[in-house]
């Protein structure tokens, strides 16, 4: 009885330290490298579709999007939010963070074009953005220029044509240009300043006017490395990746332009 009672113990430990040895091997065989990128909220569509490319080519990586406004981003990684990488729609949020020595290394990835949407079926024809000002127009949203780079060249523009104080009483502030776009969807603004590529997603309004170049500054979108970021290799990976043509070919299906 002892006998029998002695081998079932000694196959019940083996059997348990299999099952350690190779779950322990099988956790490390599964077990994926997080890496983090704070992104503008212009570029979920063509990020989200790279992502799935990517990770199916780098099955030990998952990349986690945290979208939102350039400059809450940026105050994110200034005060220490886990960060891998960094896209920014603006030149002003990438360059603060380098000048902190955040950044370990950036580059120039994407252009694109602010526009002002309308409601798809809206039958206002707008030749500049000065007819803001008329009456037709009660509600115009734009994102914060304090934070969101499409509400800074927005905010440029109207001051450039001298309407940015008349048409005060009429704006809409957004989180991001996302929102923006959904103010205008939603018919809780007749007008909103947006990309081109955010204007290209939604069948529900329609660019009324692409807003000239010379009334902004350059619409630039570059890509940097988080200096503190724990997963420098994976980083740097991804970082090259967004610059292969593989991935430029996504970026300018969604409208982007990619920067020379």
Same mark, same amino acid.
């Given at each position: 009885?002892? /006998? /029998?009672?002695?081998?079932?113990?000694?196959?019940?430990?083996?059997?348990?330290?299999?099952?350690?040895?190779?779950?322990?091997?099988?956790?490390?065989?599964?077990?994926?490298?997080?890496?983090?990128?704070?992104?503008? &909220?212009?570029?979920?569509?063509?990020?989200?579709?790279?992502?799935?490319?990517? !990770?199916?080519?780098?099955?030990?990586?998952?990349?986690?999007?945290?979208?939102? &406004?350039?400059?809450?981003?940026?105050?994110?990684? !200034?005060?220490?939010?886990?960060?891998?990488?960094?896209?920014?729609?603006? #030149?002003?949020?990438?360059?603060?963070?380098?000048?902190?020595?955040?950044?370990?290394?950036?580059?120039?990835?994407?252009?694109?074009?602010?526009?002002?949407?309308?409601?798809? #079926?809206? /039958?206002?024809?707008?030749?500049?953005?000065?007819?803001?000002?008329?009456?037709?127009?009660?509600?115009?949203?734009?994102?914060?220029?304090?934070?969101?780079?499409?509400?800074?060249?927005?905010?440029?523009?109207?001051?450039?044509?001298?309407?940015?104080?008349?048409?005060?009483?009429?704006?809409?502030?957004?989180?991001?240009?996302?929102?923006?776009?959904?103010?205008? !969807?939603?018919?809780?603004?007749?007008?909103?300043?947006?990309?081109?590529?955010?204007?290209?997603?939604?069948?529900?309004? /329609?660019?009324?006017?692409?807003?000239?170049?010379?009334?902004?500054?350059?619409?630039?979108?570059?890509?940097?490395?988080?200096?503190?970021?724990?997963?420098?290799?994976?980083?740097?990976?991804?970082?090259?990746?967004?610059?292969?043509? !593989?991935?430029?070919?996504?970026?300018?299906?969604?409208?982007?332009?990619?920067?020379?």
């Amino acid at each position: 009885m002892f /006998k /029998k009672l002695a081998v079932g113990v000694v196959s019940v430990l083996l059997v348990s330290g299999l099952v350690a040895v190779f779950g322990g091997q099988l956790e490390a065989a599964t077990k994926k490298t997080e890496i983090i990128v704070s992104a503008a &909220a212009s570029l979920q569509d063509s990020l989200d579709k790279i992502a799935v490319l990517y !990770e199916r080519q780098h099955p030990d990586v998952d990349l986690v999007f945290n979208y939102g &406004a350039s400059g809450n981003l940026q105050k994110q990684i !200034e005060q220490g939010a886990p960060a891998d990488l960094f896209f920014s729609a603006g #030149d002003k949020q990438m360059k603060a963070l380098v000048d902190g020595g955040l950044i370990s290394v950036n580059k120039e990835l994407l252009k694109n074009e602010l526009v002002l949407v309308v409601p798809s #079926d809206s /039958k206002t024809s707008i030749t500049t953005i000065t007819q803001l000002t008329d009456k037709s127009f009660k509600k115009v949203a734009v994102g914060q220029p304090e934070s969101v780079p499409a509400g800074q060249y927005a905010q440029q523009s109207l001051t450039a044509k001298k309407v940015w104080d008349t048409v005060q009483s009429k704006l809409v502030f957004a989180k991001d240009v996302r929102q923006v776009l959904s103010y205008v !969807e939603t018919r809780n603004a007749d007008a909103g300043f947006v990309y081109k590529t955010d204007a290209l997603t939604s069948g529900k309004v /329609k660019i009324a006017l692409t807003v000239g170049a010379n009334v902004h500054k350059a619409i630039n979108y570059p890509v940097g490395i988080v200096k503190d970021s724990d997963h420098q290799t994976e980083a740097k990976a991804f970082y090259n990746y967004v610059q292969t043509q !593989e991935a430029g070919s996504i970026f300018t299906g969604y409208g982007f332009i990619l920067a020379k």
